[in-house]
């Protein structure tokens, strides 16, 4: 008797970092644009945003596809006391990186997955603290030329040549750090009946 299809799966994000995470679960998955204005409310915690950002990813695509699973994720850094967003620019990405030399930077990885079929629901958070070493600004100069991180948060890619700026990264999980936690996120799915591997 063959294996009964997987459920249809939908990643709700446009990123091509979380895509690619999710294509290593070898999983047949779609991506689908989640519509969320992504803004911090008054006073709002950084966990309780990625939280809420990653839920309200999920929901809006899942309203939309009736049936399927859905993943939405986001993903937050603070340094100290300061939210740090995606740099979007040069400018503002070298200095991201300069108040950064020496600090320590925790990324907060919220993943909410919601079953269609069930109504089933699960959420998580994963804290990774990544270190940085002492950076001069020709390196951060550098850095910032050849690997383009203008549009991640914390303003590098440790999936590439951002690896390079740190002293260590602490994490249960180091795929968290690019957007989205797979070892969490593939007990998930398994316990919602996908096969894995």
Not at 1 to 17: E, F, K, Q, V
Not at 170 to 188: H, M, Y
């Amino acid at each position: 008797m063959p294996d009964p299809a997987p459920p249809r799966l939908i990643l709700a994000s446009t990123s091509p970092y979380r895509r690619a995470l999710l294509e290593r679960l070898c999983v047949p998955f779609e991506c689908r644009a989640p519509g969320v204005e992504e803004h911090r409310l008054d006073d709002e915690p950084a966990e309780q945003l990625a939280t809420r950002l990653a839920r309200l990813k999920a929901e809006s695509v899942s309203h939309a596809c009736a049936g399927a699973v859905v993943i939405g994720s986001d993903q937050v850094a603070v340094r100290g006391d300061e939210l740090l967003g995606k740099p979007l620019s040069v400018e503002r990405c070298r200095a991201q990186l300069a108040a950064s030399s020496r600090r320590d930077v925790t990324f907060l990885t919220a993943v909410h997955v919601i079953d269609g079929r069930s109504g089933r629901v699960e959420a998580h958070v994963d804290r990774t603290r990544a270190v940085f070493r002492a950076l001069d600004a020709l390196e951060i100069a550098r850095y910032v030329a050849a690997d383009d991180p203008l549009d991640c948060a914390g303003g590098f890619k440790a999936e590439s040549l951002g690896i390079t700026l740190f002293e260590r990264i602490e994490s249960v999980d180091p795929t968290a750090l690019t957007g989205l936690p797979l070892i969490w996120l593939a007990g998930a799915l398994r316990r919602g009946g996908f096969r894995l591997p």
